[in-house]
């Protein structure tokens, strides 16, 4: 994503070092360090935030009521708290949303396709991230209706993927689902590896390459 945003700047005149200057904050899948990193960021009094997930832009609206912050792939901007309304988003906050809950039921509809020996679905979802807690509750009744049972793989952390797929490999999952969230964005290698190494096929909120097991 980092890549993708340094470029699009450079097509808009913006050079990293030139005429613009990035203050890059990560809090490495600790989401209790990020109040003190959008703070660190207001006392440097730059001159816009970007928050590509929930959580970050949740912690940069509470840091700062007037620095511009722009969030991306949002899927409930509202429901999270994070805006009014679409249409008009209020305060000092605004971005692009994503239809990812609207996608839930269409996702595992695909895997079951795919794989249709396939009944018991390990879901991949982050309790931490509203929009990944929105994913889970809306992929309950299309799992019914095609009659999947849903694994619930919680994941908060890093440390907590491995012994998550562990789990989920000793509950009889057949295949994982994942929803999104920043925290597997950032360990998509890792997360793909695992889905391999449990031979779980697998389908993702974004394309992060190919999890299928022959």
Known sequence: MLALFRRELRALGYV????IAI????????LDRLPALADELVRLKVDVVFAPSTNLALVAKNATKTIPIV?????IPVAAGLVDSLARPGGNITGFTRIGTVLVGKRLELLKEAISQTFRVA???NPQDPGSQQEWKESQLPARELGLQLHSMEVSSADKIDSAFREAAKAGSGALAEASSSLFTTNQKRIADLAKK?????????????TAVA
């Not at 990293?16 to 005429?19: I, L, P, S, V, Y």
């Not at 969030?71 to 899927?75: E, I, K, L, P, R």
């Open 71 to 75: 969030f991306v792939g949002q899927g």
């Open 23 to 30: 203050e890059y904050r990560s809090a490495e899948g600790k």
């Open 123 to 125: 879901a991949m979802w």
């Open 198 to 210: 449990y031979r779980l096929p697998a389908i993702h909120s974004r394309e992060i390459g190919s």
């Open 16 to 19: 990293e070092g030139k005429n």
